[in-house]
């Protein structure tokens, strides 16, 4: 019998129970049955897991956005994808903390055969992320001075990586020595230790009091007062996560006005509409990585039914780069 992860309360890492579960009996028309062999963890599992971001059903639900694995059924309608193609996906409906499940065939994409199932289930949403965060919502330039929290964090190598291939100057955060030569290795230009020094005092000293046009923030609270005084006038302040809990209430006039700052809060959905875009966010990522200019960085592989202990290790700081499940 199939096993999946199902959350029937919020809470922490211990509301995770490893279940039997029945598949359905049919398939629906457009949908693909997808018998995993790799998940991917996000922090966004956390959110969800605790009640930060509401949950697109009533409880209980199994959680994960982000998978990968072979085809072994496919519904009438499906012309995309055959009995044997290698998968994956980084998308609700979400349901990725199972061993096999039936997903819509225009939000699956296939995996190229230079990668491996388990390096597409590390990075592919986090990847798809940095797409569309560097190219599309703001393009960042050569030789341009950026912000991004968390640079040793899944999100934030691939980051760091990406920044490099571009020629641009990445200025990462990190809470240790040793995360941040892990991002300097990935090609984050300057590193400073959040715990220890004064992001906005040493962004100045390295942008010569200029401050950087745009600041990519995922850690939140803890984080948003100096990423606000980090920023040039008429910065952008993209808020794309709060690994240190959400912000408190503003003052909008107070924080945004003395330098007629700009604020966006996106989220990959809306980054990867349709089918297309889709396709056009992951193809990007993939020749990346076929040319070497980014890798995936898979920091532990953790049995599904641990899923406990993962949601605890990423929570904990202890990670670095991306944590997979195995079903
Ligand atoms: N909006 C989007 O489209 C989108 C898509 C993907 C991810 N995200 C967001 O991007 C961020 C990074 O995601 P990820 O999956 O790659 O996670 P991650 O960066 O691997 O893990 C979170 C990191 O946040 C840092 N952190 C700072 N304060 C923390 C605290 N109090 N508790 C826990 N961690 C803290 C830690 O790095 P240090 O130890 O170095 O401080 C930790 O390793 C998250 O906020 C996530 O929600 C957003």
Not at 156 to 180: D, F, H, P, R, Y
Request: net charge neutral; hydrophobic share 35%; proline share 4%.
């Amino acid at each position: 019998m199939p096993k999946q992860i199902v959350i029937s309360e919020l809470g922490g890492p211990e509301v995770l129970k490893y279940q039997n579960y029945d598949l359905p009996s049919n398939i629906k028309n457009n949908e693909v049955r997808i018998k995993h062999t790799a998940i991917g963890l996000n922090y966004i599992d956390t959110y969800h897991r605790s009640g930060i971001y509401p949950l697109p059903s009533t409880l209980p639900v199994c959680p994960g956005l982000e998978a990968a694995g072979e085809v072994v059924d496919i519904g009438v309608n499906v012309k995309a994808f055959k009995i044997g193609d290698r998968v994956a996906y980084a998308s609700p409906p979400m349901g990725a903390y199972c061993d096999i499940r039936d997903f819509p065939e225009n939000k699956l994409i296939n995996i190229p055969n230079f990668l491996k199932n388990d390096d597409v289930a590390s990075i592919l949403l986090q990847g798809m992320t940095v797409e569309y965060l560097f190219e599309r919502l703001y393009k960042i330039q050569k030789n341009e001075f950026i912000l991004f929290h968390a640079a040793a964090g899944g999100v934030g190598l691939v980051a760091s990586q990406w920044a490099k291939s571009i020629g641009c100057k990445m200025i990462g955060t990190v809470s240790t020595k040793e995360k941040g030569e892990l991002a300097k290795e990935h090609g984050c230009e300057y590193i400073i230790n959040y715990k220890e020094e004064n992001v906005s005092k040493k962004v100045m000293e390295i942008t010569n009091n200029e401050g950087v046009q745009v600041v990519y923030d995922g850690v939140g609270r803890d984080t948003f007062l100096e990423s606000i005084n980090s920023l040039s006038v008429r910065g952008l302040l993209v808020s794309l996560g709060q690994s240190s809990g959400m912000v408190d209430k503003l003052d909008l006039h107070q924080i945004f006005n003395p330098k007629s700052l700009f604020y966006t809060r996106p989220n990959l959905m809306n980054y990867t509409l349709n089918n297309e875009e889709l396709k056009e966010c992951s193809n990007k990522l993939f020749e990346k990585m076929r040319i070497g200019e980014i890798k995936s960085n898979i920091f532990k592989k953790i049995k599904l039914e641990e899923a406990q202990k993962a949601h605890e290790i990423l929570q904990s700081r202890k990670s670095f780069g991306s944590i997979i499940l195995e079903p």
